[in-house]
């Protein structure tokens, strides 16, 4: 709107500088941590801190190759954590979005006896903290000997993914008119069929955003990664993590440039699912 | 009590023009109604009045007073909101009296008001709820006593009935005619609705465009509408609309040739005679048909091809020469497939011209 | 408008003519033919086709989700459920020995249980107070739009999206007496170096502050969510009946922002109650024990101390207010989808 | 659940039962933490290693960080994922994980082989006793009997040795300027040389710290000094063990001492403990602590703070690993590689002479119990490489330590780095934390008590009252004291 | 009968939907299903095309039981009230879902949406997202979608109550026209009773959950067989008279005798149309209350003792009268209706 008193829409420029300044204040550390990826470890810890220096790839180098004792490239750094990560966390995902789109289309359209109860505990699983979960899961991973495998580390990352699959599509199934659906039934198309070529072309964006929230936190997922994973399964939060505490602490430099990297993805999926962002921090709980 | 002005009210929203030079004045005691399919720039008007957008030329008076360019907090309008605006941690008695602490009357004299007003639209028992557990009539009349309970320069209201289904419009129609009737000050109601103009307002004004397309009494606009969208807006079933040409014109008549049918018309009533050979267009009202004399003039054999049933009244669809007739007819009508003859008299004739403009009749002025 | 006006005529025409489609003459003519549905017997035999019927859907959908759950959650729970009735250790090759309610007696005595909790509710609340100060804050902040607001909003919404490890490492050298930023930003005022946990209160104001920057952004979102669904007309309203900006803010704004910010509260109260990697890292508990939340001592009651069953006891009672707080936090949310339509 | 792990049991011997068909390949896997040494020893195998059974035996190494390297340990042991035939295990875990039945015990085999018996001989005492006795025999016993005795349980071996002494600025302690300032206000020369340093006591030390602490603006060796500098400083830090192994340190030099697991079950906590020897060392302790950087009021003084703030320029001397000293010498990460020095840890006068003792640091590796007997013996090989006087030096070399003492009386050993000399000096001093599964418990009760001191919420006597009134109660529950 | 539904009882938890309906759809017939928002006019429906399964009773399809038939052989098409266009799809997808399965070939699909589109005049909308038209587009795809397959039965479930009113009165006109051409049999739920009199030829008027009269608009309108039906059809709604006396002599009204007895348990019941303002010998004088001028109509309302009475005035009757003008009328016709159960709504 070009002018006019209506104003409770559009900010002033005061208001603009505030929102940029603070903004850009909230944002600082992560800029910070950006900078010393760039940084040698004496400039990223130099007090007062440096603006202005002399730039360094070797972060980056060192988080891409290894390298021996006497210094030779050796091997390839993390792109086997990557690799791991990418297999883990995307079968994961993909098992829990297939459970989870189907449960989450039976709670909306299906409601069992008790609907709300099995809700309730599917959430309920999730909000528990992991360090209370971890010890019978080590029981129950000693029992079935899944420990260390692929399988079970999906699988348990199927299990926490679950509760959040189910949740976040079902607040989209319930979103849809079911009178499309019941309009296809018409047309011809069996219970399946509608579920596969309306209902679920519908939530099309919503799969987009479960999967990739979902696969956020299990990206990011530290402790499960550790302690259930083995040599051949680790992820790459543990290769984070193994960046704090060798010979010489904390390396800055390499974890600057690790976090930095893994900032990336999750920047531009959040930028452009921006829209989705509150339904996925929330379980789809809140919608709009 | 002040009345309320417009002059030369424009509104641009970049290029695009959303009000076009509006002057209207609204009395005191008068309700107006602007009335117009939506897009037409009557709701903008509202919002300039009310001071929630700015004009971009012309000027608003209440009175003497040129409010242009006091915001709306300064104006001292009341405004009933097309959703009803109302605050939904309140409850409809705060809602209610929420107006009243700008204006600040002795408690007493507020509680008298409040008690008023939830009297006369039936709110009493409803005064501790919430919003959210109104139906939807309860809501709208919360909104309408919100905002007839302050005594303002002017009350607006935004299409006030139509979050309402058919059957309660019926009858808020009615209620809130009796409301109005009350209140002294200029009153002015956006609607889209025909009927609600009709029924509500003492002076209707159908805008267009952007534009006032004419002003004046539910009747006299519905008798004699200024031109072919007013005639085509107002009134239901809506206005039947010939299209023709004229083939000659002199003092005693008018030679129309409306599809191949050649109808005469007196020409004496007409105030202004259109040219022969123009294009014309010949209106009358669906019940026009039923009440024609014998020195009607006849559209003959109109086949039907569609009666609908309205209870008392059948509208029956016909085809005249490939241009569609409604007439109302009381009882059954005539059966589908019947050819008949529709008789209209001369003198329930509307004549526009080749720019679509009523052409007058001598006798508009003492009607009038 | 079926057809458009300027075909109604000639529409009228065809009709008027009785020449309909083709179609009509020679369905109206034909003796009706039965639809399939009548022709085909279906047969429901066999084991696919009854687990496939209609009514056993919803079952047949859940299953396999109910199934892993079991597996992964439920299964793990009930087994540490009954493992908080023995005395097991996981580092001793002795049997377990049911010994029935101690270890939960054993717990509720212990004061160093119930320190924990206290300072898990000091931390818990001060952070998500500051949590939804700020994030409040941001959100009356970015509830207009101003050039660029997207990129603007996603540098507010970044922390959201690190890891906790990384967030603490990082928020423990910006406190380094030494090398951190804080304490050169102090010193320039004071000329002394600021060593923010050496105290109990100091440590935990460290927390929460990295803790609150975290999540802001989230109390931001839902706010905002918030602020954007209050129509402008009502605002209008208030303009109309010259309500003065703090008496808008209370009868509108609040409202319609008041359940999303018990939600807030709810839903961040329920994860910070999870907070392990933050706290373990910027203070490992201490000075002393002044910042040992619940769940870094499950972790120690777990895994240093192998005390195996009461790990899984005092689990249970961390479970049980979780399970608390996510029943008013869905109660809430039931509320407010009911009163939506306001 | 003894059913559980039965199966567990049955389910994995047939998997290594199908690969003892191959018998050609053998995989040794072992758990380790993610640093230097143990990448070494991954590249060395795989470069220089061919069992002399003729087998293919492969050492694969799982590198951990070391942050979570005990809790990654820790689950698998007890999740009986039976990943691991090795693993680095920290010397005080021993008796946890043997308890537990995760370690495998090694007399049989070490009776059978002279060759590893000739390596426990050869291998230091204080090593012998912290990384492979349980229950623990004292390094002295362990000498007493040169090292092997068949009535005595071994487990380990050295994988990293490991002790702590004093880093310190050459140029700061060998500057005339700040030499003479120092002569001028305490009598006595700055030590310039590491031989220097045999003779520095804590008085000394507080010494150091008190004169080279300075502000900003105040020179240092002729430089203006842009920030804050601080003279001394060392562990100090809640997290793991270490305060402990630095306050052991002090314990010992005082004359105290900890609950000697050795002769459990009549040794006593109280009394010895809270001694007034150990509340003398931890308060002096506490004392010097304020000439050291700030961050030590917050309890988080740990090895890697005090090596950055060392290594940005920001201290005289510290006290740290040997495992810390490669990147200080680095230029790389370190601004003050050129001007670094080694020598030994500050002692006590303790009965005339200069007490050294010290916690002795490093890990250990071991064999896992579920082995089968051609594992065990191709890992048991793979020890024996390890421990070769070749492996050794290389690992040396390439800036390990080694616990043989062949290799470190080896005349060029101290040319291989220049903190091998003091390491090498300080071996004889090291003695270990207690390796009971309840240390644990007693180490993060202790750690709390401590920080609670080095924060100033308690007096040292209260602190070590309250450390010793809980191992009381633990170890009395736990029947290991009577 | 095409369509019949005997008994049909259906119930939702503890809603009960449908409490024994009885219907008979004659083939060919427009029929509408007029009643008041959740009266069960949805459910019926979804019962007949197989959505809901009856709790009780027998839907019977073209002579035959279909309770158990599946819903995509039943030869029927239904219009929702939403539309229920495919969101996903455009406008030609949307109307080539129905033959997916009909085996027809890729051309003689095309064909047909072809014909389709152009009856309705969407063919320049085809490659349109459904999203991206108006709501007339919007209901004329809706129909194009249920049209193609040729169905034998279409049910309407409000087809009209999301469009505007203009649109209403000019697809109103559409459909019978629709009707008229594919000579196919309609069943359409409505609210309005406007709707279901200009367009059905029969309609079966339910409320709670029971179909309570069936008959032709003129029926209906004329001789409704309670008061109930009698205020569910005609606008403006008719005038319900509490009878005060009733004698084997007349019947008095409070306000008016009427030659006629009337039954037991009646009210009286006057059409506003059949109420006109005397000529000649007036049965009762009223003071308006409220006029509403229509053009050349108005409704006029006039109190009567407590009686309120709605009137339609035509032309030059409705011009004169001004509110508190005493009205001389007239009662030309008076029905005694059965007071329903449910009087009100």
């Given at each position: 709107m070009a002018s006019g008193f209506r104003t409770h829409d559009q900010a002033g420029p005061v208001r603009t500088f505030f929102a940029w300044l603070v903004g850009i204040i909230y944002f600082a550390p992560v800029f910070w941590i950006v900078l010393t990826a760039f940084k040698t470890r004496a400039d990223a810890l130099a007090i007062p801190p440096k603006l202005v220096f002399a730039p360094t790839l070797d972060n980056f180098r060192a988080v891409f190759f290894q390298t021996s004792t006497t210094g030779e490239v050796t091997g390839s750094g993390v792109w086997l954590y990557f690799a791991n990560s990418a297999f883990i966390a995307g079968s994961s995902v993909l098992l829990a979005l297939i459970i989870g789109t189907l449960a989450a289309y039976a709670f909306s359209r299906y409601p069992l006896k008790g609907n709300d109860t099995y809700l309730f505990v599917i959430l309920s699983t999730r909000m528990l903290p992991p360090i209370v979960v971890i010890i019978p899961i080590f029981l129950v991973f000693r029992l079935t000997g899944l420990s260390g495998s692929y399988i079970g580390i999906i699988l348990l990352y199927t299990g926490f993914n679950l509760p959040f699959s189910i949740w976040m599509m079902k607040s989209f199934f319930d979103d849809l008119n079911p009178e499309v659906e019941d309009s296809a039934r018409m047309d011809g198309s069996g219970d399946w069929s509608v579920f596969g070529r309306i209902a679920l072309p519908q939530v099309k964006a919503g799969l987009a955003a479960t999967s990739v929230f979902a696969l956020i936190l299990t990206w990011n997922e530290f402790i499960f990664a550790l302690l259930l994973t083995g040599p051949e399964t680790r992820t790459v939060p543990v290769a984070i993590a193994s960046t704090i505490g060798g010979e010489i602490g904390v390396d800055w430099g390499k974890l600057s440039a690790m976090v930095s990297l893994f900032l990336i993805p999750v920047f531009i999926v959040t930028f452009a699912l921006q829209n989705q962002l509150l339904r996925g921090v929330t379980f789809g709980t809140v919608r709009k | 009590m002040n009345e309320l002005k417009l002059t030369g009210l424009t509104k641009y929203f970049g290029d695009f023009a959303a009000v076009r030079d509006v002057d209207l004045t609204v009395k005191p005691d008068e309700v107006l109604c602007l009335l117009g399919p939506s897009g037409c720039g009557k709701t903008t008007t509202l919002r300039m009045i009310a001071g929630l957008e700015s004009a971009t030329q012309g000027a608003v008076y209440f009175g003497d007073r040129d409010v242009t360019h006091l915001p709306a907090r300064d104006r001292d309008v009341a405004m009933a909101f097309q959703f009803y605006a109302l605050y939904p941690d309140l409850t409809v008695g705060q809602n209610l009296a929420y107006p009243l602490q700008a204006e600040a009357p002795t408690p007493a004299e507020s509680a008298d008001r409040l008690a008023r007003i939830a009297e006369i639209l039936q709110l009493t028992e409803v005064l501790?709820?919430?919003?959210?557990?109104?139906s939807e009539g309860e809501k709208q009349r919360v909104a309408v006593g919100r905002c007839v309970i302050r005594a303002p320069n002017a009350f607006l209201f935004d299409e006030p009935l139509s979050r309402l289904d058919a059957k309660l419009r019926d009858e808020m129609r009615g209620s809130i005619r009796k409301i109005l009737a009350t209140l002294d000050r200029p009153t002015v109601i956006v609607t889209h609705d025909q009927l609600e103009a009709m029924t509500m307002g003492d002076r209707i004004a159908v805008m267009r465009d952007g534009k006032v397309e004419q002003i004046g009494r539910p009747l006299d606009v519905f008798e004699r509408p200024a031109n072919i969208f007013v005639a085509g807006f107002i009134g239901t079933p809506q206005m039947n609309l010939l299209k023709g040409r004229c083939l000659a014109v002199n003092d005693t008549g008018l030679e129309v040739d409306l599809s191949g049918q050649m109808i005469r018309l007196p020409s004496g009533p007409f105030a202004t005679l259109p040219q022969t050979g123009a294009e014309v267009t010949l209106g009358f009202r669906p019940r026009a048909a039923a009440r024609a004399q014998d020195d009607a003039v006849s559209l003959q054999a109109a086949r039907v091809f569609l009666s609908e049933n309205m209870g008392a009244e059948t509208l029956v669809h016909s085809d005249w020469n490939g241009q569609n007739l409604r007439v109302l007819a009381h009882g059954p009508g005539h059966p589908e497939g019947q050819v008949h003859d529709v008789q209209v008299d001369p003198a329930d004739l509307t004549l526009f011209g080749a720019d679509g403009i009523r052409i007058t009749r001598k006798s508009d002025k003492e009607a009038a | 408008m079926l057809w458009p006006s300027s075909r109604t005529s000639c529409c009228a025409t065809r009709i008027a003519c009785s020449k309909p489609m083709e179609k009509a003459v020679n369905q109206a003519t034909l003796p009706p033919k039965l639809p399939p549905a009548f022709e085909r017997k279906v047969e429901v035999r066999g084991f696919l086709q009854w687990i496939n019927a209609p009514e056993r859907r919803g079952a047949l959908l859940v299953t396999p989700a109910l199934a892993t759950l079991f597996l992964i959650n439920i299964l793990p729970l009930l087994w540490s459920f009954g493992l908080s009735f023995f005395n097991y250790r996981a580092n001793r090759l002795t049997a377990p020995k049911f010994q029935g309610l101690e270890n939960y007696t054993d717990l509720l005595g212990d004061d160093r249980v119930w320190e924990r909790f206290v300072t898990t509710g000091l931390i818990v609340s001060s952070s998500v107070a500051l949590q939804l100060l700020i994030g409040f804050g941001l959100a009356l902040l970015f509830a207009k739009k101003f050039p660029m607001r997207r990129l603007a909003l996603m540098f507010v919404l970044t922390p959201m999206m690190l890891s906790f490890v990384s967030v603490a490492i990082f928020f423990k050298l910006f406190y380094d007496p030494t090398l951190g930023m804080l304490s050169w930003f102090i010193s320039l005022f004071t000329g002394e170096s600021f060593a923010l946990l050496a105290t109990p209160a100091g440590a935990i104001a460290g927390i929460v502050i990295a803790d609150a920057w975290m999540w802001s952004p989230f109390v931001m979102l839902l706010v905002l969510a918030g602020l954007v669904s209050v129509p402008g007309y009502l605002y209008e309203a208030a303009e109309i009946d010259r309500a003065p900006s703090w008496k808008r803010f209370r009868t509108i704004t609040f409202p319609y922002v008041k359940s999303l910010l018990l939600l807030a509260l709810l839903f961040r109260t329920i994860e910070t109650f999870k907070t392990f990697d933050l706290v373990f890292l910027i203070t490992e508990g201490g000075p002393g024990s002044t910042t040992e939340t619940i769940a870094i001592y499950a972790y120690r009651l777990g895994f240093q101390f192998f005390r195996t069953s009461e790990a899984s006891a005092l689990a249970y009672m961390i479970l049980f207010v979780v399970i608390v707080l996510t029943s008013i936090y869905l109660y809430v949310v039931k509320q407010r989808n009911a009163s939506e339509g306001v | 659940m003894t059913r559980f792990s039965e199966m567990g049991a049955l389910l994995s011997a047939t998997i290594l039962a199908g690969s003892a068909v191959a018998a050609e390949d053998i995989t040794i896997r072992m758990a380790a933490p993610d640093w230097g040494p143990t990448r070494f020893m991954q590249d060395h195998a795989n470069e220089t290693y061919t069992a002399p059974s003729g087998n293919n035996v492969k050492l694969e190494i799982d590198f951990i960080p070391w942050p979570n390297f005990f809790d990654r340990v820790n689950a698998s042991l007890n999740s009986g994922e039976q990943k691991y035939q090795i693993l680095v295990s920290d010397s005080q875990w021993l008796g946890t994980f043997i308890e537990a039945g995760h370690f495998m015990k090694l007399n049989d085999h070490i009776a059978e082989d002279a060759e590893l018996q000739a390596i426990i001989k050869d291998l230091h005492p204080a090593l012998v006793s912290g990384y492979s006795t349980y229950p623990n025999v004292p390094a002295d016993k362990i000498a007493e009997m040169g090292n092997y005795a068949p009535d005595v349980n071994y487990y380990g071996f050295p994988q990293f040795p490991d002790n702590y002494f004093t880093y310190y600025r050459n140029d700061l302690f060998c500057d005339e300027g700040e030499n003479a300032a120092f002569k001028e206000k305490y009598g006595s020369e700055l030590p310039c040389a590491a031989e220097d340093w045999d003779s520095v006591t804590w008085d000394d030390w507080g010494n150091f710290g008190e004169f080279f602490t300075r502000k900003a603006g105040e020179t240092l060796a002729g430089q203006m000094l842009g920030s804050d500098f601080y003279g001394i400083a060392y562990q100090a830090g809640k997290p793991l063990d270490f305060s402990t192994m630095q306050i052991n340190a002090f314990f010992w030099q005082w004359g105290g001492g900890i609950w000697d697991e050795a002769n459990e079950p009549n040794a006593p906590v109280l009394g010895v403990v809270n001694s007034d020897e150990n509340v003398a060392g931890f308060e002096r302790y506490l004392e010097l602590l304020n000439y050291a950087p700030p961050i030590a009021k917050t309890g988080q003084m740990g090895i890697f703070e005090i090596q950055d703030l060392y290594m940005q320029g920001k201290i005289a001397a510290i006290i740290d690993w040997a495992a810390l000293a490669a990147p200080v010498v680095d230029p790389a990460t370190s601004q003050v590689a050129d001007v670094t020095s080694f020598g030994m840890m500050p002692g006590n006068m303790l009965n005339g002479t200069l007490d050294r003792s010290a916690n002795l640091g490093g890990q250990p590796f071991v064999l896992t119990t579920w082995n089968d007997d051609l594992v065990v013996a191709e890992a048991l090989d793979l020890v024996k490489w390890w421990l070769s006087e070749d492996t050794q030096i290389a690992a040396v070399k390439a800036g390990g330590q080694s616990g043989l003492t062949s290799v470190l009386e080896n005349p060029d050993y101290d040319s291989w780095a220049p903190w091998n000399a003091t390491y090498r000096k300080s071996l004889p001093w090291q003695k270990d934390l207690w390796h009971v599964p309840e240390m644990f418990e007693m180490l993060t009760q202790q750690q709390e008590e401590f920080d609670r001191a080095i924060t100033g919420q308690v007096s040292a006597r209260e602190a070590l009252d309250a450390v010793a009134e809980f191992q009381d109660e633990l170890l009395r529950d736990a029947d290991r004291l009577q | 009968m095409t369509l019949s539904l005997s008994n049909i009882h259906k119930r939702y938890g503890g809603l009960h939907a449908l409490k024994g309906v009885h219907l008979d759809v004659p083939e060919g017939a427009f029929y509408a299903l007029l009643g008041p928002s959740s009266a069960g006019k949805t459910t019926a429906l979804r019962v007949i095309c197989g959505l809901e399964t009856p709790d009780e009773g027998a839907v019977t399809l073209f002579g035959q039981r279909a309770n158990d038939a599946p819903i995509q052989g039943r030869g029927l098409a239904m219009i929702f009230q939403s539309f229920a266009l495919y969101p996903h799809l455009n406008v030609r997808e949307n109307l080539a879902y129905p033959l997916r399965r009909s085996g027809l070939s890729s051309g003689e699909i095309d064909k047909k949406i072809g014909r389709v589109a152009e009856t309705l005049n969407i063919q320049h909308r085809l490659?349109?997202?459904?999203?991206?038209?108006s709501g007339g587009e919007q209901q004329r795809v809706a129909i194009g979608r249920a049209l193609i397959r040729e169905p034998q039965v279409l049910l309407l479930d409000e087809p009209l109550t999301n469009l505007d009113a203009k649109l209403r009165d000019a697809m109103r006109v559409e459909f019978k026209r629709l009707h008229r051409e594919l000579g196919i049999t309609m069943l359409y739920a409505t609210p309005d009773q406007l709707e279901a009199t200009t367009m059905a030829d029969q309609i079966a008027v339910i409320d709670d959950g029971r179909i309570i009269a069936t008959g032709t608009p003129q029926d209906l309108y004329h001789a409704p067989p309670d008061a109930r039906v009698a205020q569910l059809v005609g606008s403006p709604p008719v005038n319900l008279v509490p009878i005060q006396d009733r004698s084997t002599a007349g019947t008095w009204l409070g306000f008016a005798q009427l030659a006629i007895p009337a039954p037991e348990g009646t009210v009286c019941a006057i059409r506003p149309h059949d109420l006109t303002v005397a000529t000649g010998e007036a049965d009762f004088e009223g003071a308006v209350v409220l006029t509403e001028a229509l053009g050349d109509v108005s409704v006029v309302t006039v109190q009567v003792g407590d009686a309120q009475l709605r009137t339609v005035l035509y032309g030059a009757d409705a011009a004169r009268v001004r509110i508190g003008d005493q009205l001389p009328l007239k009662i030309n016709h008076a029905m005694y209706l059965p007071a329903a159960q449910c009087a009100q709504v």
């Open positions: - | 501790d709820r919430y919003p959210h557990q109104l | - | - | 490659g349109n997202r459904t999203d991206q038209l």
